[in-house]
């Protein structure tokens, strides 16, 4: 295995694992959008929701990976660590250009058919995402009659600007499982990992264990630890713990409390009440 240079560890290459903080905004039309941020400061001051199920603060990212839009990735390919870029990004390097023939029409008796408008909830305005034929469109017009679908991607035809830094290197076994899981599943603090000499345990948390978004998830994370670490064999545990039974209350029952006061003493027996005798009548 070939070492790397001084110079070669500063700069980031396809594949590696770091640690990312970054904002990321697009361009239409005159108006700024946040994208994405790891940043708290930056996502309060555009009013943006925190991450679900992540903290703030930099993020594991796979440089070259699928997170961003191809053209973004590659870009930090090359990055210092420790150093700050902006870079603006044209529309055909970040979410493609908008397609025409990607807006569609439809009657109105084919949209309520969908599943998703048959539920109690259902609520259909301009902005309402639809699921077609196995395409998620966004409502851009509509009439008593007529729907109108924008299959393109929601940021298509924008330009897009961010900011990067690559804080750090992610070159721990240990540290690289849990990137991973969070890559490809989240909440990769609930995860208990270990690894010794070539065998990876990574323990499931209980949240996980029933998770259908964990049971997709877990073939992509072996794959994936398989190829970044190259491990012996790969444990995952996961373990069920049967509750005790609760004890049953012990029924107790009542003890006389004993008199303390003085004792007594015994009362005399009373005497035999007496007949009273009447005197004899003269005969």
Same mark, same amino acid.
């Given at each position: 295995?070939?070492?790397?240079?001084?110079?070669?560890?500063?700069?980031?290459?396809?594949?590696?694992?770091?640690?990312?903080?970054? =904002?990321?905004?697009?361009?239409?039309?005159?108006?700024?959008?946040?994208?994405?941020?790891?940043?708290?400061?930056?996502? #309060?001051?555009?009013?943006?929701?925190?991450?679900?199920?992540?903290?703030?603060?930099?993020? /594991?990212?796979?440089?070259?990976?699928?997170?961003?839009?191809?053209?973004?990735?590659?870009?930090?390919?090359?990055?210092?660590?420790?150093?700050?870029?902006?870079?603006?990004?044209? /529309?055909?390097?970040?979410?493609?250009?908008?397609?025409?023939?990607?807006?569609?029409? &439809?009657?109105?008796?084919?949209?309520?058919?969908?599943?998703?408008?048959?539920?109690?909830?259902?609520?259909?305005?301009? %902005?309402?995402?639809?699921?077609?034929?196995?395409?998620?469109?966004?409502? *851009?017009?509509?009439?008593?009659?007529?729907?109108?679908?924008?299959?393109?991607? /929601?940021?298509?035809?924008?330009?897009?600007? %961010?900011? &990067?830094?690559? *804080? =750090?290197?992610?070159?721990?076994?240990?540290? #690289?499982?849990?990137?991973?899981?969070?890559?490809?599943?989240?909440?990769?603090?609930? &995860?208990?990992?270990?690894?010794?000499?070539?065998?990876?345990?990574?323990?499931?948390?209980?949240?996980?264990?029933?998770?259908?978004?964990?049971?997709?998830?877990?073939?992509? *994370?072996?794959?994936?630890?398989?190829?970044?670490?190259?491990?012996?064999?790969? #444990?995952?545990?996961?373990?069920?713990?049967?509750?005790?039974?609760?004890?049953?209350?012990?029924?107790?029952?009542?003890? /006389?409390?004993?008199?303390?006061?003085?004792?007594?003493?015994?009362?005399?027996?009373? $005497?035999? $009440?007496?007949?009273?005798?009447?005197?004899?009548?003269?005969?």
């Amino acid at each position: 295995m070939t070492s790397k240079t001084a110079g070669e560890e500063s700069i980031t290459h396809a594949g590696d694992l770091v640690r990312l903080d970054f =904002e990321l905004w697009s361009e239409s039309g005159g108006r700024t959008e946040l994208l994405d941020t790891t940043r708290e400061e930056v996502a #309060q001051q555009a009013e943006a929701k925190p991450p679900e199920g992540r903290a703030w603060g930099a993020r /594991p990212h796979e440089i070259g990976g699928e997170y961003f839009p191809t053209g973004i990735e590659n870009s930090l390919v090359g990055a210092k660590i420790g150093e700050e870029v902006v870079r603006e990004f044209a /529309p055909a390097d970040a979410f493609g250009e908008r397609d025409p023939d990607l807006i569609e029409l &439809f009657s109105m008796h084919e949209v309520q058919r969908l599943p998703e408008m048959r539920r109690e909830d259902a609520h259909l305005d301009i %902005g309402t995402t639809l699921t077609i034929e196995g395409r998620r469109g966004r409502v *851009v017009s509509l009439t008593a009659a007529r729907v109108r679908v924008d299959f393109n991607p /929601p940021f298509a035809g924008r330009k897009v600007r %961010g900011k &990067f830094k690559v *804080v =750090e290197r992610i070159d721990d076994p240990a540290d #690289q499982v849990r990137a991973l899981l969070e890559l490809n599943y989240g909440r990769s603090s609930e &995860f208990h990992v270990e690894a010794h000499e070539k065998n990876i345990t990574i323990k499931v948390p209980d949240r996980s264990k029933f998770d259908v978004h964990w049971f997709a998830a877990k073939p992509r *994370v072996i794959d994936r630890v398989r190829a970044k670490i190259k491990p012996h064999k790969i #444990q995952l545990v996961e373990e069920y713990v049967t509750p005790a039974e609760p004890k049953a209350a012990e029924k107790t029952e009542a003890t /006389p409390v004993p008199d303390s006061s003085p004792a007594s003493e015994p009362a005399e027996p009373k $005497a035999p $009440a007496r007949r009273a005798s009447h005197p004899k009548k003269d005969e």
